[in-house]
């Protein structure tokens, strides 16, 4: 058992369950049944109705992201996308969104080609810098942001955002994929919302797909209940009992990804071939002293340019071994990927060169190998370059 006053490591591990009274189980059963019996109409037995509104397996997941988010409550779904387009649900018509530039391109894509068809109005700021924050229109409703942002890890100086939107009356949703709680709680700031795609870091396996949403607000909690339940997307017992079992090892598994992510940002700094190197955890990238202030380490995430632009970035990435070529990050396995053909596609080229996504922008989702193995793989690669 967990409580406030135990550090995030032992939260980690215990959070969200206890031993089950009936069996002693220490971790939850995965309650495989989409409905449950009933003693008389309109009466169920145990309390318990149909599994898209109440199954055990997905309440463990939701109740122990809800307590190391520091939340008033959480909820799990099919995906990130599907926790992202489940917070859009609460909107309506005319209500104005403003987001930060830099986002999942998935993200984006939900936003521009779905959202507005349905009278949602967005407007993309550079969430980075301050001065953004202080003509924030009037009328917003939402603020949106990611921090580190995908792919090119900006950081949001999130308490004057979250003040700033609050100043006009507007909500606050950060996503907190890139960074876990283990790194960040914008909860605790006054954000009023937290997501994320629990494919990542929170299940931490590269096995599962899965998204949540966390609030703060006790008041937010039957709103946010009521469009999970109604649009549906809730995860399976079987997703949400794979994510919990990721989740028991997050402080473990930053620990280690942040190590190696420093590791290697720093020999690729130093490497003649790379001309770039993005890492919050470099002194070097223009925000370290807000990454210092507002998370506990740099991150797992690297990016890079290498000299020569796209057709070299190519080369180095079709060459690596222990990195594999692949979509998707924060798992325990080192992956590597270009955003602008693969990740980022769905954001207009133009688009991407004006926020400062290179075509041969390289970015690694540095595993929980060791750093001298993956290092080697990258100068090896490199090696390879004309
Ligand atoms: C920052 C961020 N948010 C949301 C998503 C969407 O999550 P999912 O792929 O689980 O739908 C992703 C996916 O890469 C992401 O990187």
Same mark, same amino acid.
């Given at each position: 058992?967990? $409580? ?6 032992? +939260? ?5 369950w ?9 971790? /939850? ?11 008389? /109409? ?15 397996? +997905? ?19 099919? $995906? ?14 005319? =209500?104005?969104? !403003?987001?930060? @530039? ?14 507005q ?5 967005? =407007?993309?700021?550079?969430?980075? &810098?301050?001065? #953004? ?5 009037? *009328? ?8 580190? $942002? ?5 950081? !949001? ?5 979250? @003040?700033?939107?609050?100043? !006009? ?5 950060? *996503?907190?994929?890139?960074?876990t ?15 994320h #795609? ?7 396996h #590269? =096995? !599962? ?6 609030? +703060? =607000? ?6 946010l209940?009521f ?8 995860? $399976? ?19 280690? %990804? ?10 690729m700094?130093? %490497? ?12 070097? %990238? ?23 632009g ?8 079709? %060459? ?25 596609? #769905? ?11 290179? *075509? ?11 750093? *001298? ?5 990258? &100068? ?7």
């Open positions: 058992m967990s $409580s406030s006053e135990h550090g995030f490591g032992t +939260r980690a591990v215990h959070a969200g206890q031993p089950e009274e009936k069996t002693g189980a220490v971790m /939850p059963p995965i309650y495989m049944t989409s409905t449950y019996v009933q003693d008389a /109409p309109g009466r169920p037995r145990q309390g318990f109705e149909y599994s898209r509104t109440q199954n055990i397996t +997905r309440f463990a997941l939701q109740d122990a992201l809800a307590e190391l988010e520091e939340g008033a409550a959480g909820f799990t779904f099919t $995906s990130g996308m599907a926790a992202i387009h489940t917070l859009l649900l609460t909107l309506k018509p005319g =209500d104005r969104i !403003v987001a930060g @530039d830099d986002l999942y391109g998935g993200t984006y894509r939900l936003f521009t080609q779905i959202a068809r349905f009278g949602l109005i967005f =407007d993309f700021i550079d969430t980075s &810098n301050p001065e #953004s924050f202080r003509e924030l229109p009037a *009328d917003t409703r939402l603020l949106y942001l990611e921090t580190p $942002s995908n792919p090119l890890l900006k950081l !949001v100086p999130l308490q004057q955002a979250i @003040d700033a939107a609050h100043a !006009v009356g507007a909500e606050v949703a950060v *996503d907190n994929t890139f960074a709680p283990a790194l960040q709680r914008p909860l605790t700031l006054g954000a009023d919302y937290v997501i #795609s629990t494919t990542k870091y929170i299940a931490g #590269s =096995d !599962v797909v899965g998204g949540a949403l966390i609030v +703060r =607000d006790e008041g937010l909690k039957e709103d209940w469009h999970q339940n109604s649009a549906g997307t809730i995860n $399976s017992p079987f997703d949400a009992f794979l994510t919990l079992r990721g989740l028991r090892t997050l402080a473990l598994r930053m620990e280690r %990804h942040c190590a190696n992510a420093l590791r290697v940002a720093e020999a700094e130093a %490497h003649p071939k790379v001309a770039k190197v993005i890492y919050p955890g470099l002194k070097s %990238h223009p925000q370290h002293a807000l990454m210092q202030q507002q998370m506990a380490a740099g991150g797992g995430m690297v990016c890079l340019e290498v000299d020569g796209e057709e070299e970035a190519r080369t180095v990435v079709q %060459h690596l071994k222990v990195f594999a070529l692949a979509e998707s990050l924060g798992g325990v396995e080192s992956l590597v990927e270009l955003p602008a053909p693969m990740t980022h596609a #769905s954001i207009p080229a133009e688009t991407r060169r004006k926020i400062g996504i290179a *075509d041969g922008l390289v970015r690694l989702s540095v595993g929980i190998e060791d750093a *001298d193995d993956l290092i080697a793989d990258l &100068n090896g690669a490199l090696h390879r370059m004309c």
